[in-house]
């Protein structure tokens, strides 16, 4: 059908059909040539046959998982055959769809194969359209590698079309298409094993997110194999064989199904489009920043230009374009607020700046969490796994980025997404009135959490001191525009507790510790320094508090850690971030290696209304609710019964969270040691005792003060598996916490690990330490395990002295600052002094609280 338009549209996927109608909106004439269905991958092979599977595997999870919800199946099973046929009549309810908004809109569609035949034509089929535009939007297609057996696999195309649910499912490539399916088939109650090259599978997604994703997956059986890289795929006895390579290790997975998901290459075969002057580069084919190609009168959206591949972006694109084209507007696209969605089980969903984004381009931002464990809504779908975390500008206040995991992420992005698109505020957020019960109250308690004003969690750090914030205007990514710092003397109180978090310094776990991810080589750099760098700013951080106790800033007592910096960082980061810390009150490192801000840690220690109790617990109890940590109880090894209430509360509520409890050698002499050790056996609770054996005791080496020297005998005696490690090596601590953690975590039986460290400083700032010879001292601090690991680190080639210096000096920078935030902190107000000791029960109680003093 020969034609003239004023634009003709190539593709009629959501680039292309949502370009079409807008072109047909503003006047102008319009066709869209397309070769296949009408809605593109989107509607017929990607976002929308693939939700509605999902919808099928979704419902049959909460059917599986709803007798505590009173419903009583005798039988209750899966008919894929039946899930498919749904998903094809929404598939063509939507290509119908488009087809009747396109005949609506006035679009003439034309069928067949478009190619770029000279200045203002477009060729299809050998009839040939003018048109005084051309826009291309042709889409992508699936990525090929030359894998040996890539003719065994299948695609995301094919696997739509399966048969049956395959008993095991193995895929290659950790990114959000075989990520989705991952969670679709694992779902059904199929194995499934994703092997992904990447240290991460979805690399776009925060690493805490990964992480509870990645938890999830494992509670059905899945199993996720990062930095693996697949070499082949074999027939093996009557199924297949997909054999891979973790570092030096080899491995493979039996599967009857191999999907191949390594990402899609945008499309442009048959176009001509380099004959017509559009340029292409990698295939993508390039465009200037109001999409216009290299050819005249030629514009490319969606897919096919590369960038984010995905529906909403190319749609977006396509109304950019036209818009452009018809001389009504002049858009550069804006991505700054591209939201992400990942429909896996819980979903996941992005916008936004992330964690590490924000460290890199250096901007100071704060963060505040909610857990959906303590939303309403969350709890009455009975789906209270995963979080909501906001980053703002920690001067403007301004919302720069947010990160969902959990029941309907993807829908609660929006709120987010419109947020950040318009430079909206925490405070603009938390002033809109959110409707209860709703899972987005979520955003608002997170945007809240960030200031320090949290009301459905306990707050991990509240008031600002006065001081200007640096991140000025410089520090903003471009569009967004400074607001004026928050200002010295702020009367009102609420305004005050507002706290600048640099990005957190703990660094981001692989989803699995394992022997792999800590072997010295130059995949894991990144991780193993992060884990270097950790040691270091404890180090540094309790030299500084040990000053400062000394200047009489720090009440009480002051315990250190020092030297035992292996085993609270190889301890701590081996756990997930749902498990629980419960810990004694040397805890100062142990909270910041759970990624407690350590701002708020040495606030604490000052007594100061910014600290994580504001200043309510001073050297003795650190807590910080929304990261699980239960931090010290005075009483020495009093907080062990503690974790056994919380292994109960795990225990009870079915979780698979594991219960992390910390203690000294000193408290292994006493009762309530042995009846916790007890009680966690007898009634199989998921606890792993911790023991950090730091040979100080409480003033009396434990050699001299037991009969048992070997600490982890004890918890034999109990019949319950325990082991000793060597508590001044980073790596063999992460390891073997990590392997014993994961037992705990699939069979709920207690364990027992045995660090033996030795700490530097004996049991206060003020022990005069003389229980030691100076022979015993000189030795083990020749055992340093920070040095230790300096030693590795240079022996293996992934640091080097010079590195090393920066470090200490960016860690010495970095708590000069801490300090200085915690002396510039208000104190509590004297007739606030009953606030917050129980958690914020005393808050709106007012008949708990005894008269001022
Ligand atoms: P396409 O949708 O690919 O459309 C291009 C169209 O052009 C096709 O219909 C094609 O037949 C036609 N065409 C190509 N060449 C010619 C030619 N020469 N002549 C005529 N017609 C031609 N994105 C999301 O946002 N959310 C999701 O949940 C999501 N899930 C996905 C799941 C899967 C399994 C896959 C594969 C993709 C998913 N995507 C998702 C990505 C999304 O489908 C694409 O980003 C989106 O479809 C791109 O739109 P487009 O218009 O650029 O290209």
Redesign the pocket.
């Known amino acids: 059908m020969a034609g003239s338009f004023d634009i003709v549209v ?7 059909y949502v370009a079409a109608l807008r072109a047909a909106q503003l006047g102008a004439s319009t066709a869209v ?10 509607l ?4 929308i046959p ?2 509605a599977l999902l919808q099928s595997s979704e419902l049959y999870s909460l059917a599986k998982a709803g007798a505590p919800f009173g419903l009583v199946i005798d039988h209750l099973g899966f008919d894929w055959g039946m899930a498919q046929k749904r998903k094809t009549a929404v598939v063509d309810q939507l290509v119908k769809g488009v087809e009747g908004l396109l005949k609506a809109g006035g679009v003439t569609v034309v069928k ?4 770029l035949a000279g200045k203002g034509v477009v060729e ?1 089929s050998g009839e040939r359209l003018q048109a005084k535009d051309i826009l291309i ?4 297609a ?1 990525a090929r590698i030359p894998l040996k057996g890539a003719e065994l696999t299948i695609d ?1 195309d094919q696997i ?1 079309e399966l048969r049956e649910v395959p008993k095991r499912l193995a895929v290659i490539g950790g990114g ?2 075989g990520m ?1 399916f991952a969670a679709m088939f694992a779902a059904l109650g199929c194995k499934v094993t994703v092997l992904e090259m990447l240290p991460q599978v979805l690399p776009m997604v925060d690493a805490d997110l990964v992480t509870a994703y990645a938890k999830h997956l494992a509670s059905l059986g899945g199993e996720i194999h990062t930095d693996s890289k697949v070499a082949e795929v074999v027939k093996h006895k009557g199924a297949l064989q997909v054999r891979f390579s973790t570092g030096a290790e080899g491995g493979s997975v039996d599967a009857d199904q191999v999907l191949l998901a390594v990402g ?1 290459v945008p ?1 442009t ?3 001509d489009a380099e004959k017509a002057g559009v340029k292409l580069e990698r295939g993508r084919v390039v465009v200037d920043a109001q999409l216009r190609t290299t050819a005249q009168g030629v514009w490319a ?4 230009i590369g960038g984010i ?6 749609s977006y694109e ?1 109304v950019c374009a036209v818009e452009n084209i018809a001389g009504h507007a002049d858009r550069t696209p804006d991505y700054h607020a591209a939201p992400n ?1 990942i ?1 896996t089980e819980p979903e996941i969903a992005h916008v936004g700046l992330g964690e590490k984004e924000a460290k890199e381009k250096g901007i100071e931002v704060k963060i505040g969490r909610f857990p959906f464990a303590a939303s309403g809504r969350a709890l009455t779908l009975g789906q209270s796994e995963g979080f909501v975390k906001v980053l703002a500008d920690a001067g403007s206040g301004k919302l720069l980025g947010a990160h969902i995991i959990g029941p309907r992420a993807t829908d609660l992005i929006a709120e987010a997404t419109l947020a950040i698109q318009n430079g909206l505020t925490l405070e603009q957020i938390d002033l809109t009135i959110h409707a209860h019960p709703t899972l987005p109250e979520s955003l608002m308690e997170a945007a809240l959490a960030a200031q320090g004003r949290a009301i459905h969690v306990a707050n991990r750090r509240s008031a600002l001191p006065a001081r200007p914030s640096p991140a000025g205007a410089a520090t903003l990514p471009a569009g967004a525009q400074a607001k004026v710092p928050v200002t010295a003397n702020v009367q009102n109180r609420e305004q005050q507790m507002v706290a600048p978090v640099k990005p957190p310094t703990t660094p981001p776990s692989p989803a699995v510790i394992s022997a792999n991810s800590l072997e010295l080589n130059k995949g894991n750099r990144d991780f193993l320094l992060g884990l270097h760098r950790q040691m270091q700013l404890i180090r540094r951080f309790e030299e500084r508090a040990q000053e400062q106790y000394t200047k009489a800033k720090i009440g009480g007592y002051c315990h250190l850690n020092i030297g035992e910096e292996a085993t609270v960082v190889g301890g701590i980061l081996a756990l997930k971030s749902n498990d629980y810390i419960f810990t004694s009150y040397r805890e100062h490192g142990h909270a910041i290696a759970r990624g407690v801000d350590p701002k708020a840690v040495m606030a604490e220690l000052f007594g100061k209304e910014t600290g994580t109790s504001h200043g309510r617990g001073g050297s003795m109890h650190m807590f910080d609710q929304s990261l699980r940590f239960m931090g010290g109880y005075g009483i020495v090894g009093g907080h062990l019964p503690l974790a056994v209430g919380g292994a109960w509360a795990v225990k009870y509520r079915q979780e698979k969270d594991v219960v992390f409890c910390m203690f000294g050698d000193g408290a292994t002499n006493i009762g309530a040691f042995h009846e916790s050790l007890n009680m966690s056996k007898v009634f199989d609770l998921p606890v792993v005792w911790f023991c950090v054996n730091n040979r100080y005791g409480m003033g009396t080496p434990v050699e001299a003060a037991s009969a048992v020297a070997d600490i982890y005998k004890k918890a034999c005696a109990y019949d319950m598996e325990a082991i000793q490690v060597d508590g001044m090596n980073l790596r063999e601590v992460m390891l073997r916490t990590s392997e014993v953690v994961e037992k705990t975590r699939a069979d709920s039986q207690p364990r027992f690990i045995e660090a033996l460290c030795y700490r530097f400083k004996g049991h206060s700032v003020v022990d005069p330490d003389k229980y030691r010879s100076n022979e015993d001292k000189e030795k083990f601090r020749k055992a340093d395990p920070i040095v230790a690991f300096e030693h590795e680190l240079e022996k293996s080639g992934l640091a080097d002295e010079e590195y090393f210096k920066s470090v200490r000096q960016e860690v010495d920078a970095q708590v000069r600052d801490v300090v200085q935030y915690a002396d510039d902190s208000p104190d509590p107000k004297p007739e606030d002094l009953y606030k917050f000791t129980y958690a914020g029960e005393w808050d709106d109680r007012p008949e708990l609280r005894a008269e001022p003093i």
């Open positions: 190539i593709g009629g996927g959501p680039g292309g040539v397309e070769k296949d269905r009408l809605g593109g991958t989107c017929v092979r990607g976002c693939t939700k067949g194969d478009a190619k299809v939007a042709t889409g992508s699936i995301s739509l959000v298409v989705e899609r499309y075969l048959g176009l959206v969606g897919d096919v591949m995905l529906a909403h972006i190319a396509g969605c429909y």
